[in-house]
């Protein structure tokens, strides 16, 4: 084992381990009420609260001891799953939702708000409880029976902010020249490094995404609250409230303090009833500290090999595709694996999925802003594969355009909210000419060149005429590619001819629709049900995620003995993608300062790396969309 990852596993073990002791009252002293089989076997109401405090795409191991950071974030899966419980179960009258920073993306969003719709639907209260309140978690709980605040809180319901990064005028100040062309006069990604602001097309796109996505969120906002579009409106120009105003605005219900508010529930369900903050989690490992038998014997449960047993019951299997696609893998590098899809491990669970025969149907979780075009490529046939076999379901997150609409194009049915961004059918190439940059160094190199275009590839200069028309001609029969295996995908249900909708034009998912890029707004949720009702798999199925996430002991034994080769396929080969150090360690402290920017940064940094390797992306423009 790699000794720096097992000393700070071990540390941060230790350190758990002393907080547990700490707690060790309290663990074992519980009263009744706070233990799930006391409330069963009494009948007491039980009010699940549910905390939000972000919301990953990607499903992580339920048996982690600990977890690096901070806490483990829940997965949109995951919490869709609780609430549903929540919703047909008899003993639940009503639920808590407490908000803390919920990160939630905008498509994740919608679909929270429509199982909180089901859960009222069910005849049961939501209840609300805050001290802050903000324009999108306005939106996601407004919907909600009733909004509490605490006396002075305030709300920031300001509207919609977002930005777009060009870079331009740091490669002009450090001496590096940009070479970007693209298909289509609306593929604005490579602006971010040829202009200092959008060009005419991409302003005018830009306008009519954030339109809808804006249009989308008031109009969330005024049905929640039950008032009009004009009201909800208002509020937005209006910004800022405290809680008492907000109450007096119709905009909340009631202001008080958390005890006020618990007291208030009890009044309501029962002066005994239960507020259950890990309902529908499973139970994690329970410690006998008062033993030391009992501290050895969860430290050899936490050691041993614990791989859980492979499930034969019939089910629907989800692939998560989560961030820039990219070839190869990440070798390891923490960087990437959080912000990018690679196509080895895309394709290895694609094939997975395909292989289990247990895995009736399989749903296809997207959420890309694209990336590389080979990579897409490898994870489009690796669909076919699956759609080949069984019931394959596209479901989109926040964002699946360029790349990430590449590889929905195995599928005959694609699901997107309507929030989503998708579109942006085109193809960007280009490269940095560097030598400017190393005069000023100091620094120069003198080429030797053999072949007309053997200078293509290289930094030395600018495309010449000769590259140019060599890159336009690779570009072109890319963008044919991209362009036929759409038309292939969804037919006659495009409602426009392909160029018309092609050209790197950007679309939300409503938009989307109506031009028949997509086929029905939906969440991951109503994607499993569907493929379920497409395979005629029975009620009570299993909902299985492929790879399934890996606990804390294999995550430490697979950096021992580094990746596994299946010995079925062979890998493209490409590098491995790199960040420089300097910027692995500076980004995620610039995080704290400065979130919505170093996320753009992170994103500018993995469409260079895709560049640097193919010289053309499927990707689309970067837009810092706030939440």
């Not at 939630?104 to 939501?126: C, N, P």
């Not at 937005?236 to 006020?260: L, N, P, S, W």
């Not at 899809?341 to 669970?349: E, G, L, N, V």
């Amino acid at each position: 084992m790699k000794p720096t990852l097992f000393l700070t596993a071990t540390a941060a073990f230790l350190l758990n381990f002393a907080a547990l002791s700490a707690d060790e009252t309290a663990t074992k002293d519980a009263p009744e009420k706070d233990k799930p089989a006391a409330a069963k076997k009494t009948g007491k109401a039980v009010i699940p609260v549910f905390r939000l405090t972000g919301i990953s795409e990607k499903p992580v191991a339920e048996d982690m001891p600990f977890s690096f950071g901070g806490s483990t974030p829940e997965s949109l899966h995951s919490l869709l799953t609780r609430l549903e419980k929540v919703a047909s179960d008899d003993k639940v009258p009503a639920m808590v939702l407490e908000l803390s920073n919920a990160g939630l993306g905008r498509a994740q969003l919608e679909e929270v708000v429509r199982a909180i719709k089901k859960i009222e639907a069910a005849d049961k209260k939501v209840h609300v409880h805050t001290d802050i309140f903000t324009t999108g978690q306005l939106a996601l709980l407004g919907n909600a029976s009733e909004l509490s605040m605490v006396p002075t809180g305030y709300m920031f319901i300001t509207g919609m902010y977002g930005e777009q990064i060009f870079l331009r005028g740091m490669l002009d100040k450090i001496g590096v020249v940009p070479d970007y062309f693209t298909c289509g006069d609306y593929k604005s990604a490579g602006e971010m490094f040829m202009r200092t602001s959008p060009s005419e097309n991409a302003a005018a796109m830009s306008k009519w995404l954030y339109d809808g996505l804006y249009d989308n969120m008031v109009e969330t906002i005024a049905e929640g609250r039950g008032v009009s579009v004009k009201t909800a409106t208002e509020w937005i120009d209006e910004g800022v409230f405290t809680a008492e105003r907000a109450v007096k605005k119709g905009i909340i219900d009631v202001v008080e303090h958390h005890q006020g508010f618990e007291d208030r529930l009890k009044k309501l369900y029962g002066d005994d009833l239960k507020f259950d903050r890990r309902y529908g989690k499973k139970s994690g490992s329970q410690i006998d500290l008062s033993s030391p038998f009992g501290v050895m014997n969860f430290y050899a449960e936490l050691l041993a090999p614990s791989t859980p047993r492979k499930s034969t019951k019939p089910g629907v299997g989800i692939v998560y595709l989560e961030g820039a696609i990219m070839p190869g893998s990440s070798g390891g590098n923490p960087f990437l694996a959080d912000s990018a899809a690679f196509a080895d491990t895309i394709r290895k669970a694609l094939d997975e999925a395909a292989e289990d025969d247990a895995i009736k149907a399989v749903v296809f979780r997207i959420n890309s802003p694209g990336g590389s075009a080979v990579a897409s490529e490898v994870i489009l046939n690796a669909t076919k594969r699956v759609a080949a076999k069984k019931p394959f379901v596209v479901s989109m997150g926040d964002v699946a355009a360029s790349g990430g609409y590449y590889v929905a194009c195995g599928t005959d049915t694609i699901l997107a909210e309507e929030s989503t961004i998708t579109g942006s059918i085109g193809v960007v190439v280009g490269k940095f000419a560097t030598t400017a940059m190393w005069d000023k160094l100091g620094i120069s190199f003198t080429p030797i060149e053999r072949g007309k275009n053997a200078g293509m590839l290289s930094s030395a200069a600018v495309f010449s005429d000769s590259e140019r028309a060599a890159m336009r001609s690779y570009m072109d029969e890319v963008y044919e590619v991209f362009k036929g295996h759409v038309t292939g995908a969804r037919g006659d249900r495009l409602k426009k001819p392909i160029d018309d909708l092609a050209g790197g034009r950007v679309y939300t998912g409503q938009q989307a629709l109506e031009l028949g890029l997509v086929d029905r707004i939906g969440g991951l949720h109503d994607a499993v049900v569907l493929a379920a009702e497409k395979a005629d798999l029975k009620p009570g199925y299993d909902t299985r995620i492929v790879p399934r996430p890996k606990n804390f002991m294999e995550m430490l034994m697979s950096d021992l003995a580094g990746p596994k080769d299946d010995g079925k396929h062979l890998s493209l080969g490409q590098t491995e993608a790199t960040v420089p150090p300097v910027l692995q360690v500076a980004l995620p402290l610039l995080q704290n300062i400065d979130p919505s920017r170093v996320t753009a940064i992170k994103q500018a940094l993995l469409q260079l790396t895709i560049l640097q390797h193919e010289k053309a992306s499927l990707t689309m423009p970067i837009l810092s969309l706030g939440k």
